[in-house]
């Protein structure tokens, strides 16, 4: 089910080295998670793709945490990350969610309605993004 009914979608910013690994890891995913698969496909087609360093501090990107509302009053932070290093336990949600797909490139202020596993929609506003910075040494 596309988000496409419940009206337009926020303008989003992706690296473009994310926008390269998450166009992989959705056609990888055809087949197993079709719906979430294309609408990350879906999202990285609309997205403003920029070069790494130019991507915002305060834009969801992979890895960083996210204070978001969900549905008008409950408030969550989370850590978007990759499939492999998802633990909701300790609030890591995969980019292979519907939730994850919703919140990748959004910025403080923006809302997006996203359609659950189980088929009802929500909506979340983004209230703050962290995103941490790799050491430039090891």
Do not use: C
Request: hydrophobic share 40%; no cysteine.
């Amino acid at each position: 089910m596309s988000n496409l009914q419940y009206g337009p979608k926020p303008k989003i910013v992706v690296s473009d080295s994310d926008h390269t690994r998450l166009v992989s890891l959705a056609t990888a995913a055809q087949e197993r998670l079709p719906e979430v698969a294309e609408e990350l496909l879906t999202e990285m087609e609309r997205a403003d793709v920029v070069a790494a360093d130019a991507v915002p501090a305060n834009v969801v990107r992979m890895g960083s945490t996210v204070t978001f509302r969900a549905d008008g009053n409950q408030e969550r932070h989370v850590t978007l990350v990759f499939p492999a290093d998802a633990d909701i336990d300790k609030g890591r949600v995969s980019i292979m969610t519907p939730i994850g797909t919703a919140l990748i490139g959004l910025s403080p202020g923006q809302s997006i309605t996203w359609t659950a596993r189980d088929g009802r929609a929500h909506e979340l506003t983004v209230l703050d993004v962290a995103t941490s910075r790799a050491p430039n040494h090891a």
